[in-house]
Every structure is written in structure tokens, then in C-alpha cells.
């Protein structure tokens, strides 16, 4: 068992470039998240999917997309980086909501 | 609005000793609360959770303390290890999940 996965670990963007954050699980998870963590603001959710077919916005949402692919993979888009979105993404799952999440290893986005 | 908060951004303890790290919330409606744990470059790690039809959990070296009155929450970690030095994030759920901004343990050999 893998756990979360994501893809890239690291990434560099310019100013208005688009890029997308994979997520996959392999623990048959129906509930997939996306965080955020900036230095002294802790963990802010961006999007959740409760279940395969939905999605949800969270606390801070503007900026970006999301897609719950299938079961396992919940993908996180970034259409016009901005310098404001340089943060450390983490991807999340739980068997359904409001249970403990499992957390992925984390994609460090640096926007210039 | 932050609706965790964790006050403390920094805490060293002793190796032996306890570590307190505390955590208040201001949404009464949320009935579900955690703790995780967090090494650097990587992610959080689930450590322990506790109902609000409780008041007490423990499992091991570690306890948490829900204080519903005071909306306030707190984990003990007795004996405290060098392992343990981390980032602890208390989580609070309902509708959605909300964490707080973390605390980071130093525990000294």
C-alpha cells in the first residue's frame, strides 16, 4: 500500500503559467482533500470530493480548479499561477468525511 | 477567522518530562477533534482523536484532553522522546476540516 500519492514533488513556475498537482489513493477512499500550508497559517483547505462525481470548495478556493477523476485520483489545477499561490500543497484522503484524512508527502509550488 | 487556534508556536521540554501543547476553537458544532503530527517534508501524520461526547482519550504515551466548556483541547505526551520533536497540528471537524497553525516540539536529550 502506497497510501497518497502526488506528483511532482517540487515545481517551478513562472507568473501566469498553468500547471496541475496529481493525487492518487490506493486505500478505496471516498473523501479527497486539498491543502494548503503557508508558514504561520497552518493547513487551509482548498477543495474537497466527498464522494467520486462531487467536489466542494473549502476555505480558499479562488484560483483554483479541481477534478475527482475517478475513485482514486483528485487532481488540483493552477490556471494563471500567481506569486500568491507559492505554498506546500498536500493532498488528503478519508473513507468519508469528517474521519481521520491521510495525508500525501506534500508538492512544494514556488511561483516567480 | 482562524477557528482553531494554537497560541503557542514553539515549545521545548526535557526528554522525560511532559509536553503540553494546547489548542481552543471557537465553533461549538464541530464534534470531532484531532491531532497531527508533522516531520519536515513530509506530511501529516494522524496521531490521535477524540469525540466530543468525551473527555478523555488516551492511547500510549499520548492524551488528549477535551475541555467543551472552555472550547479548548489539549495532548500530553508522557514521557516525552527526542522522536517526538515535530509540528503538532490540532484539527477540528464538521462540514469541513479546520486546522490550526501548529506547534513545534523540540524535545531535548
Known amino acids: 500500500n502506497a497510501g497518497v500519492t502526488q506528483t511532482p514533488k517540487f515545481q517551478v513556475l513562472k507568473t501566469g503559467q498553468s500547471m496541475t498537482l496529481q493525487c492518487a489513493q490506493d486505500?478505496?477512499?471516498?473523501?479527497m482533500y486539498w491543502y494548503r500550508q503557508d508558514p504561520g497559517m497552518g493547513l487551509r483547505l482548498i477543495y474537497y470530493?466527498?464522494?467520486?462525481?462531487?467536489?466542494d470548495k473549502g476555505e480558499v478556493p479562488n484560483g483554483y480548479n479541481v477534478s475527482r477523476l475517478n475513485k482514486r485520483e483528485f487532481s488540483l489545477r493552477l490556471e494563471s499561477a500567481a506569486p500568491s499561490q507559492t505554498s506546500v500543497y498536500f493532498c488528503?484522503?478519508?473513507?468519508?468525511?469528517?474521519?481521520?484524512?491521510?495525508f500525501g508527502p506534500g508538492t512544494r509550488l514556488l511561483v516567480l | 477567522d482562524q477557528q482553531v487556534k494554537q497560541n503557542s508556536p514553539s515549545l521545548s521540554v526535557q526528554e522525560g518530562r511532559i509536553s503540553i501543547l494546547n489548542c481552543d476553537y471557537t465553533n461549538s458544532m464541530f464534534d470531532y477533534f484531532l491531532w497531527y503530527k508533522k516531520y519536515p517534508a513530509e506530511g501529516p501524520t494522524f496521531l490521535i482523536s477524540?469525540?466530543?461526547?468525551?473527555d478523555k482519550n488516551e492511547d500510549g504515551r499520548f492524551t488528549v484532553f477535551l475541555n467543551k466548556s472552555a472550547k479548548h483541547l489539549s495532548l500530553h505526551i508522557v514521557p516525552s522522546q527526542p522522536g517526538d520533536s515535530a509540528v503538532y497540528f490540532c484539527?477540528?471537524?464538521?462540514?469541513?476540516?479546520?486546522f490550526g497553525t501548529g506547534t513545534s516540539l523540540t524535545v531535548i536529550p
Open positions: 477524540i469525540s466530543s461526547i468525551k
Open positions: 470530493s466527498a464522494s467520486e462525481g462531487t467536489t
Open positions: 486505500m478505496n477512499h471516498n473523501s
Open positions: 484539527a477540528q471537524t464538521g462540514n469541513q476540516f479546520y
Open positions: 488528503a484522503s478519508s473513507e468519508e468525511r469528517r474521519v481521520t484524512q491521510y
